[in-house]
């Protein structure tokens, strides 16, 4: 079958990207976003590995992703699967938590595939207002579902904890790799750095991250590359900008990553130009 994807955003759902898709051999390689990812399969089965843990939602269950959690995405059945899916950010959801009188702090949903009916309903009638551009609805509809979803099924988040030392190498060396994204420093020279030994610096950040500091950088690359790709930036320069070796480079971990290519997330934002586009 046919894979399809839409990416897109709608300014009745405020810092929120939405996905419509349909993979059959696509497979989201590890990595972890910077807000949530909430999802309902409208058909097949999507399997994913989440923190460790391999997880199997199939039709009309839902599928909630906390920020910052490493999980891949490939199909449970040959057929594959297909979803609606959104992507609110932290301060959206946490928003909507302290207007609900939520405990203070981000929201986290303790379990990843859940049924719920309702709340599945409700997704699907949301996405579907903002697919079809009905503002009202779309926003009326989106705060809605993401309201329920707190209400039934967030909790308090978990704290990490990790030795001081272990915390301050892997804060140091987060600040690294924010700052080298086209010229990265090894491993070793990352842990000399941050006066740590390798393997306990690598520990102590999958510990604190879920991924090996190459693909965590990896993951920044494509976040970074959203940002500038919804300001309008090439996608040939982007790759530059972040890191990558080439446009095709930027293109196969990006759609391993965000599900659609540049070019078409770009669109998406409505920052994509032309060869004869103004200001090109």
Not at 23 to 39: E, K, L, P
Not at 238 to 261: C, M, S, W
């Amino acid at each position: 079958m046919k894979e399809q994807a839409r990416f897109w955003r709608h300014p009745a759902v405020p810092e929120t990207d939405l996905l419509k898709a349909r993979y059959v051999t696509h497979r989201f390689s590890r990595h972890v976003h910077d807000g949530y990812a909430i999802g309902l399969i409208v058909s097949g089965v999507e399997e994913f590995d989440y923190r460790g843990t391999l997880h199997r939602a199939g039709a009309g269950e839902l599928v909630l992703v906390n920020p910052d959690a490493v999980h891949t995405g490939q199909a449970g059945v040959p057929g594959g699967w297909a979803y609606r899916m959104l992507y609110p950010s932290i301060d959206a959801l946490s928003g909507i938590a302290a207007e609900l009188g939520a405990p203070s702090g981000t929201p986290h949903f303790p379990r990843q595939v859940v049924r719920d009916d309702q709340v599945a309903a409700l997704l699907a009638r949301a996405h579907e207002a903002a697919e079809r551009g009905d503002a009202l609805a779309a926003s009326t509809l989106s705060r809605t579902l993401f309201g329920r979803l707190v209400a039934r099924h967030a909790a308090p988040r978990p704290v990490t904890v990790l030795p001081a030392e272990g915390r301050r190498a892997v804060r140091a060396a987060l600040d690294l790799l924010h700052e080298s994204l086209v010229d990265p420093p090894t491993l070793e020279e990352l842990a000399g750095a941050v006066g740590a030994r390798p393997f306990a610096l690598l520990r102590a950040f999958k510990a604190a991250t879920g991924l090996p500091p190459h693909a965590y950088l990896t993951s920044l690359r494509v976040r970074q590359a959203r940002s500038l790709l919804q300001a309008g930036v090439r996608p040939a320069q982007v790759a530059a900008e972040v890191g990558f070796t080439d446009q095709a480079h930027l293109n196969r971990h990006f759609k391993r990553i965000v599900g659609v290519p540049p070019a078409a997330y770009q669109r998406a934002a409505g920052t994509y130009k032309t060869d004869d586009s103004p200001g090109a």
